[in-house]
T-cell receptor, first 110, second 112 residues
Framework: DAKTTQPNSMESNEEEPVHLPCNHS???????IHWYRQLPSQGPEYVIH???SNVNNRMASLAIAEDRKSSTLILHRATLRDAAVYYC???????????FGKGTHLIIQP | KAGVTQTPRYLIKTRGQQVTLSCSPI?????VSWYQQTPGQGLQFLFE???????NKGNFPGRFSGRQFSNSRSEMNVSTLELGDSALYLC???????????FGAGSRLTVL
């Protein structure tokens, strides 16, 4: 049970913004929302995480709904190197392993 | 700084054999976790170690085991290999817990 729902795939054009949605309607008050991505032939890579407020870092922005039942990962200007599988994960942290779902396969068109 | 290093990167074994995979975490990271990735099941959590103690374990049979050494390096072992154990085994390290993991490139195991 991945506990999150993401579209199987999305397509975007290079140099345009990308909004990757994630539903986590059963999230608890202490669960963080994490995003990882996995490029072909590599291990997953941490992208961003947050609890309640919107978060920004050099890779992306994370917009969290006020009721925390959904979130959106925003890539401000997609490049071909952003083509990857993006995983949205809810986690309480600590010793619990991350539960990865199927993720969203992001395709970037030149 | 150096990332998470996994060895070997590729290996081929036959059914019934056993295998040991190694993971060197980022310097200063005391938590090491292991994941199995297959096309059918995706990424699945195996276990997590912190300060040489297994803190959590996923839903895998006892053939899958691991350990962590005092320098935080970790090994996982799979005994009596089955065809279904063919997978990419990923190690991840973090300062403590599962909040921000840094993954290695993985060890790809093929069981014939």
């Amino acid at each position: 049970d991945a506990k999150t729902t993401q579209p199987n795939s999305m397509e975007s054009n290079e140099e345009e913004p990308v909004h990757l949605p994630c539903n986590h309607s059963t999230i608890s008050g202490t669960d963080y929302i994490h995003w990882y991505r996995q490029l072909p032939s590599q291990g997953p890579e941490y992208v961003i995480h947050g609890l309640t407020s919107n978060v920004n870092n050099r890779m992306a922005s994370l917009a969290i709904a006020e009721d925390r039942k959904s979130s959106t990962l925003i890539l401000h200007r997609a490049t071909l190197r952003d083509a990857a599988v993006y995983y949205c994960i809810r986690s309480g942290g600590g010793a619990d392993g991350l539960t990865f779902g199927k993720g969203t396969h992001l395709i970037i068109q030149p | 700084k150096a990332g998470v290093t996994q060895t070997p990167r590729y290996l081929i074994k036959t059914r019934g054999q056993q295998v040991t995979l190694s993971c060197s975490p980022i310097s200063g990271h005391r938590s090491v976790s292991w994941y199995q990735q297959t096309p059918g099941q995706g990424l699945q959590f195996l276990f997590e170690y912190f300060s040489e103690t297994q803190r959590n374990k996923g839903n895998f049979p006892g053939r899958f085991s691991g350990r962590q050494f005092s320098n935080s390096r970790s090994e996982m072992n799979v005994s009596t290999l089955e065809l279904g154990d063919s997978a990419l085994y990923l190690c991840a390290s973090s300062l403590a817990g599962a909040n921000v993991l840094t993954f290695g490139a993985g060890s790809r195991l093929t069981v014939l």
